[in-house]
């Protein structure tokens, strides 16, 4: 059973550009969250997801951040008009059914915005 | 003050020694996570907790609702075990995760 995957690993992108990042969950998982870890700072709740649901957006920043986790294939989450503040790790983790289950994280997408 | 504090932030060890390591918070809770994170930067998680003490290995973690801490020991260390150990609570009111900022363990053989 494949663990939680993110692609890309890495991601360099210039200020204004714009970034996809991928989080396919572990088999049979449902709900789907994202996290940024600033450099030096701990991780930061983003978004909750399931499936062609936003559950809670909260963490997210107000411009330029969207989350979807569609039917069919990975969740993305997506920043448009990057700049350098944005460079970070986003993990991504995902949990079967039931909200209180322990979640399991992907390897994370560090981006860095030049 | 951070809902969530890890103490020490750093902490290095010979191998073999008992390894304590603190998380205290301030919101009310329905679980409490210890997570590892290792240099390349992938999180595993270690315990979910919502009450006693738990042990895998030469790990054990323990929570005092009452008190609002919980402790991640490791017997025996490793320097296998050097990593970002993160505790991150899941709060009551908003079904959300709050992490702490990391104990950096670094042992040494």
Known sequence: NAGVMQNPRH???RRGQEARLRCSPMKGHSHVYWYRQLPEE???FMVYLQKENII???GMPKERFSAEFPKEGPSILRIQQVVRGDSAAYFCASSPLFLTDTQYFGPGTRLTVL | KNEV????????????E???INCSYSVGISALHWLQQHPGGGIVSLFMLSSGKK????LIATINIQEKHSSLHITASHPRDSAVYICAVRSRNTDKLIFGTGT?????P
């Open chain 1, 11 to 13: 991601l360099v992108r």
């Open chain 1, 56 to 58: 809670d957006e909260s």
């Open chain 2, 5 to 16: 504090e890890q103490s020490p932030q750093n902490l290095t060890a010979q191998e073999g």
């Open chain 1, 42 to 44: 701990g991780l930061k």
């Open chain 2, 18 to 20: 008992f390894i304590t």
């Open chain 2, 55 to 58: 042990k895998h290995g030469r």
């Open chain 2, 104 to 108: 950096r363990l670094q042992v040494f």
